[in-house]
């Protein structure tokens, strides 16, 4: 068997076969990023030091050095794609993380249907957020692909944004709780952290908050999202009164078009 790369000089006639990688049937592009980015290859040389191979990561990063990079910002798609996955199915009812419920009209198609992907036994990808318990992202691998958010069942319990942190901390507390008990007994948390401490009663003792609970509660909020601040009213001006006919007329204002990146320069009229 013969392996040809672009050119005929880089032919190899020999194929290792007892490389480990192909013992394990790895896929191409694994292959390439193990063996081949890292070798030094005799097309890659500098003028500089012409007896020396480099391999294309050494010099993709000089060229990076030489000539900068342009970080671009990312999109609503790649924030998903980062988030931590796992793999679930699709019931009558939702989907199950955590012992959190998660439902959307549109999962109807996915429900108790294989995904197709046999590499994960017909499960179903999720992307989660674990400082945001509100929503989950399932991708439908019999569309295109795309993400469908899924909101989760008690939201309406527990309004005020949190994480697994929380979650968890009263869930070993809770051991036997429901899954509404365990959204009442986080919203009750965040609502005596948010309250701040009580002031005792003159015959009354009150309950004082464990330190994990302190801990719990402010990890929570630092890591909460901030609340979107509400714009100002605009002030209302009197209306302008009509100029007197003496004045002079003043001339037609012609507003400037909107910038838009995506057009065409030499097309602008």
């Known amino acids: ?37 890292n070798r030094p290859h005799e097309g890659l040389r500098d003028p500089d030091h012409p007896g020396r ?9 000089a060229l990076v050095e030489a000539c900068g990079y342009v970080p671009v910002a990312l999109s609503g798609q790649d924030y998903v794609e980062l988030l931590p996955a796992a793999w679930r199915a699709v019931n009558s009812y939702g989907i199950r993380i955590n012992n959190r419920t998660y439902d959307v009209p549109e999962l109807g198609p996915m429900r108790q249907r294989d995904s197709g992907v046999t590499a994960k036994r017909g499960l179903w990808e999720v992307h ?16 295109a692909g795309e993400w469908i958010q899924a909101t989760w069942k008690y939201l309406n319990r527990a309004p005020v944004p949190f994480g697994d942190l929380a979650w968890d901390h009263v869930s070993h507390q809770l051991p036997k709780a429901t899954e509404e008990e365990l959204a009442e007994a986080v919203s009750a948390l965040l609502t005596r952290a948010h309250a701040g401490p009580e002031q005792p009663a003159a015959n009354k003792r009150k309950a ?21 601040t509400p714009l100002p009213r605009p002030e209302t001006q ?15 204002v012609i507003p400037l078009g909107i910038f838009d990146p995506l057009e065409d320069p030499w097309r602008r009229s």
């Open 1 to 37: 068997m013969k392996l040809t790369a672009t050119a005929p000089s880089h032919r190899h006639e020999h194929v290792v076969y007892e490389s480990p990688q192909f013992r394990a049937g790895a896929r191409a592009p694994a292959v390439g990023k193990a063996c081949w980015q």
């Open 128 to 143: 989660r957020d674990p400082y945001d318990v509100s929503r989950v992202w399932v991708r439908n691998h019999r569309g």
């Open 53 to 61: 191979q480099f391999t294309p990561n050494q010099k993709y990063a």
């Open 238 to 252: 009197p209306s302008p009164e009509p100029p007197a006919e003496d004045e002079e007329t003043m001339a037609e």
């Open 208 to 228: 004082k908050r464990s330190k994990a609970d302190r801990r719990v509660t402010a990890r929570t909020k630092a890591t909460a999202p901030a609340a979107a």
